[in-house]
């Protein structure tokens, strides 16, 4: 289940977009981070131009924290095994 989307929407008042702020808060990155990763291709939110700001979907936001949670978790479970007494 992905619960991230839930744990945004609340955070965010229910808001589909978000700026590039709120998007470093959400994703845990320095806003210049942020940048140096946007102007070489690497920033792993899709951003749009939305008047002046830069905006990301709250959905795509959420995918990425719930694929980190999944990279993780499947990271300890490799680690769990590794060190299990055979």
Not at 6 to 27: K, M, P, S, W, Y
Not at 52 to 78: F, T
Not at 79 to 85: E, G, I, N, V, Y
């Amino acid at each position: 289940m992905k619960s991230s989307l839930f744990l945004l929407a609340a955070q965010f008042d229910g808001r589909v977009l978000l700026t590039l702020n709120e998007v470093c808060d959400a994703i845990a990155i320095q806003k210049q981070t942020a940048y140096n990763r946007l102007s070489t291709g690497t920033f792993p939110i899709p951003m749009r131009k939305e008047g002046r700001n830069l905006v990301g979907d709250i959905r795509d936001v959420a995918d990425y924290l719930d694929s980190q949670r999944a990279a993780a978790k499947h990271e300890h479970e490799k680690l769990q095994q590794a060190m299990a007494p055979y």
